[in-house]
């Protein structure tokens, strides 16, 4: 699958920079909560828009934009990736990923190749519990090994978790924060229900923001700087 879709610019996806947000369709995860769903159960109902012509419009944003965010669906899952980022770093642009982290073989071979500058990987729950994300299996070591990369990288990371009732609580942000101790950033951001892709996930009544802001203090003890957005 290649490029789906296309949005404009904006600061928030993309930390200090301003950035148009791309979309790749297709996942290798259905997440219940996911807030992207048509991408994932139905990214052909979506065309492919056209490298040659995408690129060129981005060179001509060149003077108002600093960088591109590569999201989904999941983007790591493109063949043609690592070549078309490739021609935006010619374009002297920033690329920032959004993944789930279940492909560290092109996570490895992008920060390999200095085609990434900021890097983005969700922490959906806990890890025993991320089959319950796919009928179709998830290898959770390729999750870890892409985490350990991360942790090893000189890129821009930040870890990222949304406070999804019944998935996240203390005792998955003690887990992964034993996992991800000494990591620059971790995101904690609000849930919000109205997308998302089953119907009784639609229907979670949101944490509080008081118990957001107590998740978040929690993971202070484990990495360097906390955040939190949509709150």
Same mark, same amino acid.
């Given at each position: 699958m290649g490029v789906k879709g296309f949005?404009?610019?904006s600061l928030l996806d993309y930390p200090g920079r301003v950035a148009s947000l791309l979309f790749w369709g297709g996942c290798n995860l259905t997440c219940?909560?996911?807030h992207n769903p048509a991408l994932?159960?139905?990214?052909?109902?979506?065309?492919? &828009?056209d490298s040659d012509q995408l690129l060129g419009e981005l060179a001509s944003r060149r003077p108002f934009i600093d960088g591109v965010v590569l999201s989904g669906g999941e983007p790591s899952l493109g063949d043609d990736l690592l070549e078309f980022v490739k021609r935006l770093k010619e374009l002297g642009l920033g690329v920032k990923l959004d993944t789930n982290g279940l492909m560290p073989e092109v996570i490895d071979a992008l920060l390999e190749r200095k085609l990434v500058d900021y890097l983005a990987i969700d922490l959906k729950t806990s890890l025993v519990r991320y089959p319950e994300l796919h009928q179709g299996g998830v290898d959770t070591a390729a999750l870890l090994k892409s985490v350990e990369l991360? &942790?090893?990288?000189?890129?821009?990371?930040?870890?990222?978790?949304t406070c999804v009732p019944g998935w996240i609580d203390?005792?998955?942000v003690t887990e992964w924060g034993e996992r991800i101790r000494g990591a620059a950033l971790w995101v904690f951001q609000q849930y919000h229900a109205e997308h998302a892709l089953a119907e009784n996930a639609r229907s979670l009544p949101c944490y509080s923001a008081d118990r957001v802001r107590g998740l978040a203090e929690l993971a202070r003890g484990y990495v360097e700087e906390v955040r939190m957005r949509g709150l």
């Open positions: 949005q404009g610019t219940p909560f996911c994932v159960l139905e990214p052909g109902a979506y065309p492919d &828009l991360a &942790l090893r990288s000189s890129v821009q990371v930040e870890y990222r978790t203390e005792a998955v």
